[in-house]
């Protein structure tokens, strides 16, 4: 006997209805489908809940703590480019192999 059987059994058990009447058992090859795409959606759920409670951990951990400016101040202390400068968003606009990598230049 199966899982969906044995799980229809005790519905209609603890119903006390008839066992055609309370749930209907798919066919023996459709069940294990069925279980299957319903447990790798249940996993999708989730990983995407536990990704949404540690980034929001991550976020909310200390938002007093501004270190990061600081990184970023010595680093273009040090000499390197600011990626939002305009001058750098042309030479990627420019840039054919980055285009055709995007597929918007033939």
Known sequence: MNLLEQLAK????????????AVTVPQKGS????LNSL????????????DIKNFTKLVLSD?????HNQ???NLF???????????KIAELAEN???LKDL???D
């Open 10 to 21: 005790k519905l209609n058990i603890r119903q006390g209805k008839g066992f055609s009447n």
């Open 31 to 34: 069940g294990q489908e069925f």
């Open 103 to 105: 597929g918007l230049d």
């Open 71 to 73: 990184m970023v101040e």
């Open 63 to 67: 938002p007093e703590n501004t270190s």
């Open 77 to 87: 202390s040090k000499g390197v480019r600011d990626p939002i400068e305009n001058d």
């Open 39 to 50: 447990s790798k959606h249940a996993l999708k759920l989730y990983e995407k809940q536990t």
């Open 96 to 98: 054919s192999k980055l």
